[in-house]
């Protein structure tokens, strides 16, 4: 055999025990989202609402803006608005850490990113802990938290409501 038909007898080898794609091993029912923490609360946002996370980068201030905008950082080329996500809801300051991340979410033609306090990763919720979620109670999320699910009582937070809230659009002081 030659080189070519080596590998290709491999390939088909390989193939012929590969595992199933991630969307037939997807099942009904479930949904996947991204955990993270904001100041003392921890939400979980779709993972088609957030486009990547991030370290902290330098940040370039923007004078005569809100307090929770915290800057501009420079995201591969593009100038994007980082927001102090526990700032802007609850006015409790995000201390930067080793842990603290930003979750660059797409808004309108641009992106912003959110810096919170940590990122806990993939989380999915299934059918039973919908049903079994209970209403936010706390006025200042009730716009964005549909509902507290599974045991860590995490907040479904929908970043397509954020970030088309007027008051979070409207980031001069």
Known sequence: MTPFETLAHYERLSLAHALES??????????????????????VSGIDEINELLAVPPLTPV??????????????????????????????????????????VRQGAGSVALL????????????????????????RLTRFVDDLVGEQRLGLFSMNRLVRAPDFRQAAA
């Open 63 to 104: 004078p005569g803006t809100q307090t929770w905008l915290l800057g501009i950082a420079n995201v591969r080329g593009n100038l994007v608005p980082v927001i102090d996500l526990a700032r802007f809801l609850f006015g409790e300051r995000t201390q930067p850490t080793e842990r603290s991340r930003l979750l660059v």
């Open 22 to 43: 991630p969307s037939t091993l997807e099942a009904p029912g479930l949904w996947r989202g991204i955990g993270y923490r904001a100041g003392s609360r921890s939400f």
């Open 116 to 139: 919170v306090d940590e990122v806990f990763g993939q989380r999915t919720v299934d059918a039973e802990q919908r049903r079994d979620a209970e209403p936010e109670s706390d006025p």
